[in-house]
Nanobody
Framework: VQLQASGGGLVQAGGSLRLSCAAS????????MGWFRQDPGKEREFVAA????????YYADSVKGRFTISRDNAENTLYLHMTSLKPEDTAVYYC???????????????WGQGTLVTVSS
């Protein structure tokens, strides 16, 4: 599976962004998908995950109620809709695919290249 993340940019605090992750290669409908983020100097952390059908999702406490993960298997695309953005949400955001349902980054097999989100105060 090849993953291509896009949609990052500069936004003011309180604003919104939608990230996309286009998948190609092997069948997209099977893998569970996730978003992770990494601030320079910090470890990559889990943000959100959605199961293969889109029927189940899970969020980090820090984004719960503000971010929504979704997928369109017909379009082979994963999304992360981010609202009420805060400066602490600034990071490079990565999409990833896994055959397992997990929040642990080492259990994700395929990774996109990342897209930078910068939230100004």
């Amino acid at each position: 599976v090849q993953l291509q993340a896009s949609g990052g940019g500069l936004v003011q605090a309180g604003g919104s962004l939608r990230l996309s992750c286009a998948a190609s290669g092997r069948t997209f409908s099977r893998p569970n998908m996730g978003w992770f983020r990494q601030d320079p100097g910090k470890e990559r952390e889990f943000v959100a995950a959605v199961n293969w059908s889109g029927g189940m999702s899970y969020y980090a406490d820090s984004v719960k109620g503000r971010f929504t993960i979704s997928r369109d298997n017909a379009e082979n695309t994963l999304y992360l809709h981010m609202t009420s953005l805060k400066p602490e949400d600034t990071a490079v955001y990565y999409c990833a695919a896994s055959t397992r349902w997990s929040t642990k980054l080492n259990l994700y097999d395929y990774w996109g290249q990342g897209t930078l989100v910068t939230v100004s105060s």
